[in-house]
């Protein structure tokens, strides 16, 4: 199973997947990984790894479209199975998705529908839930919106920070991430086909 993933920020849990499929415990090959900026650590992560990079600058295009476009014919060029964003901060269109067959993976930490949006371990924390934790999804063209497919709950502690209580949802979304891809590219090999 050929993947592409799509970073905008430190790539974390894009280094869990990297070191996976490096060590053989997850049958993925991570065709590229690309960025929506320049100068993401998620990008710099996987140079280090020797993998193949790109950036389609969100900013370098008049329009929305024309970036989405831009994006759609890179991400393409890489014939990819299923594209990953993983802490990608960018809404994608809909012709984006439908390019890949809807087969676009996201990853959010908090338990949705709950707390969409780029804080959604801040936005559990102001509203005051005991439980938050993080979800894997086929995304569609909305704001962390599509099939669940796995989530796993989380609980706030007293003396959670923002920081501690996203460090601890990583931990739990890393493992969610890998044990999706896991299963999905078992049920893409021809045994699993077969
Ligand atoms: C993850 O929690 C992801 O769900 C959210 O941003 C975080 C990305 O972290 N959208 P990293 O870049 O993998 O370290």
Redesign the pocket.
């Known amino acids: 199973m050929r993947i592409v993933v799509l970073?905008s920020?430190?790539?974390?849990?894009?280094q869990a997947v990297i070191d996976a499929a490096t060590s053989g415990e997850l049958d993925v090959e991570i065709a590229a990984v690309g960025a929506d900026r320049e100068g993401t650590y998620?990008v710099e992560r996987a140079s280090e790894a020797g993998l193949e990079t790109f950036v389609i600058n969100f900013n370098s295009f008049p329009t929305r479209e024309e970036w989405d476009a831009a994006l759609t014919a890179r991400v393409a060029s890489y014939a990819p199975d299923v594209v990953v964003s993983?802490?990608f901060?960018r809404i994608v269109s809909a012709d984006f998705i439908n390019a890949f067959n809807g087969k676009y993976l996201n990853?959010?930490?908090a338990l949705l529908p709950s707390f969409p949006g780029a804080h959604g371990v801040r936005d559990a924390m102001a509203y005051g839930v005991k439980v938050t934790g993080?979800t894997v999804h086929w995304a569609d063209a909305g704001m962390d919106t599509g099939p669940i497919v796995a989530q796993e709950a989380v609980v706030i502690e007293d003396a959670d920070t923002e920081e501690t209580l996203?460090e601890k949802?990583?931990v739990v979304?890393r493992r969610l991430l890998i044990a999706t891809l896991a299963s999905l590219a078992a049920a893409s090999s021809p045994a699993g086909r077969g």
């Open positions: 970073v920020g430190t790539g974390s849990n894009l998620g993983s802490g901060m990853t959010h930490p993080c996203h949802i990583k979304e």
